[in-house]
C-alpha cells in the first residue's frame, strides 16, 4: 500500500510540474533584476540611508532575486557628491559596506554606467578587484558608438554586460533595426527594451520584443524588458516580454522609480509562480522600508504622468507639475502639453 501511494504521488508531482512548466512565467530561464535603488535615486538624487539599501538587498536575496541594481556609475565631474548620494556613483567600497562578502551567493550585483556620464576606463576597475558582476549601460542612439567602446571596455575587465537603448519610442523604425543589428554584434550579452516613457502599449511591445528578439539571436544574445508606469501598463508589458522571449525582466520594490514608477517587484514575483522565487521578504520591505518613503519621494501613478505617457513626451514636464504642487490640476496639464 505505501508503495502504491509513493508511486501515486510521485506521479501527482510529475504532472503538477507539466503544468506549472506550461504556466508563462515558469520558465527557468527568465532573471529578475531588482534595480529599486538605481531607479528610485531618481527620486531622490540617490540620497537613500545604508538601512534601505541593506534592507533592499536583503529582500532581494532572501526573494530569490536574480541581480541586485545599486545604483549608477556617474562621474563625479558632471554630478556634484555634495549633491548626490552614494548610489550616483556606486563607489566599490560602497557597495561593500552593505553586502560584505554577499551573503547571498544567487544574488548578482550589478550598476548601469550612462553613456557620456561615465569616466568607465577608470571608476570600472577590473572585475577581481570589484564586488560588482554586471555593467549595465544606458544609451541614446546617438551615443551607441561610445556604447560600443563602454561594453567592450567592461567585457574586457571580466564583467557580465547588458545594454539599454532609452527612449525607442522617439527612434524611427529604419534606424532602431541598424541600432540593433550593431548591438547584435556587440560585447553585450542581454539587450533590453526600455519603454522611457511609459507610452508603449502591448501591441507594440509585442511587436518590439519579436524585432529585438530576431537580431538578438542572431548574436547569441538575450532580451531584456525595463517598463515604467504612467499609463499603468508597465507590469501587463513585462508580461507581454516574457510571452514575446524576454527573459531578463526589471523590476522595482513597491514600483519604486522616477515619476509614475516602474513595474513592481512583488506583482512580478507573485505572477511568476516559481518556487526559486519568494515573495514574503519584499512585501517586508516594503512594509518596514519603502512605504514610509512614499509620502516624501511621492513616485506612482498621477495624471500628469498619463498626459505624459499617451503624448509620447518624456515625463520631466509631469515631474514638474507634480512637485509644484499642482498635481491635480489636470486640465492646465493637459493643456500645456497639447497646445
Known amino acids: 500500500m505505501k508503495t502504491k501511494r509513493k508511486t501515486m504521488n510521485a506521479k501527482a508531482k510529475t504532472v503538477a510540474q507539466a503544468q506549472s512548466s506550461k504556466w508563462v512565467g515558469y520558465r527557468q530561464n527568465i532573471k529578475v533584476l531588482d534595480c529599486t535603488i538605481r531607479d528610485g535615486g531618481l527620486t531622490n538624487n540617490s540620497h537613500f540611508s545604508d538601512e534601505i539599501v541593506r534592507a533592499v538587498y536583503d529582500a532581494a536575496g532572501l526573494s530569490g532575486v536574480d541581480y541586485m541594481e545599486f545604483g549608477y556609475k556617474n ?43 561615465c569616466d568607465y576606463k577608470k571608476d570600472i576597475l577590473p572585475k577581481e578587484q570589484s ?44 534606424e532602431l533595426d541598424e541600432a540593433l543589428e550593431l548591438l547584435a554584434e556587440s560585447e553585450s550579452e542581454v539587450i533590453y527594451l526600455v519603454d522611457s516613457f511609459g507610452s508603449l502599449y502591448g501591441e507594440q511591445i509585442n511587436y518590439l520584443l519579436r524585432k529585438y528578439v530576431k537580431y538578438a539571436r542572431q548574436g547569441g544574445k538575450e532580451v531584456g524588458v525595463h517598463a515604467h508606469n504612467n499609463m499603468q501598463l508597465a507590469f501587463a508589458n513585462t508580461i507581454d516580454g516574457i510571452l514575446n522571449g524576454a527573459t531578463f525582466l526589471d523590476a522595482t520594490v513597491a514600483g519604486l522609480g522616477r515619476g509614475a514608477g516602474n513595474c513592481p517587484m512583488e506583482i512580478l514575483l507573485g505572477f511568476l509562480h516559481n518556487p526559486k522565487y519568494s515573495l514574503r521578504p519584499v512585501l517586508e520591505c516594503i512594509e518596514k522600508h519603502i512605504e514610509p518613503l512614499r509620502k516624501d519621494l511621492g ?41
Open 131 to 174: 564586488p560588482i558582476d554586471m555593467i549595465r549601460v544606458a544609451t541614446y542612439i546617438h551615443q551607441i558608438p561610445l556604447a560600443l567602446d563602454m561594453l567592450k571596455d567592461a567585457k574586457d575587465k571580466g564583467y557580465e554586460t547588458g545594454i539599454n537603448l532609452m527612449a525607442i519610442s522617439t527612434i524611427r523604425e529604419r
Open 299 to 339: 513616485w506612482g501613478f498621477a495624471y500628469p504622468y498619463m498626459i505624459s505617457g499617451l503624448l509620447n513626451r518624456h515625463p520631466k514636464s509631469a515631474i514638474e507639475q507634480c512637485e509644484s504642487g499642482k498635481r491635480d490640476n489636470i486640465l492646465e496639464f493637459y493643456d500645456s502639453m497639447t497646445s
Open 75 to 117: 562621474s563625479e565631474k558632471i554630478y556634484s557628491p555634495s549633491q548626490y548620494g552614494a548610489w550616483r556613483f556606486s563607489k566599490d567600497d560602497d557597495i561593500k559596506r552593505i553586502i560584505g562578502d554577499n551573503k547571498y551567493e544567487s544574488l548578482k550585483i550589478t550598476v548601469m554606467a550612462d553613456a557620456e556620464k
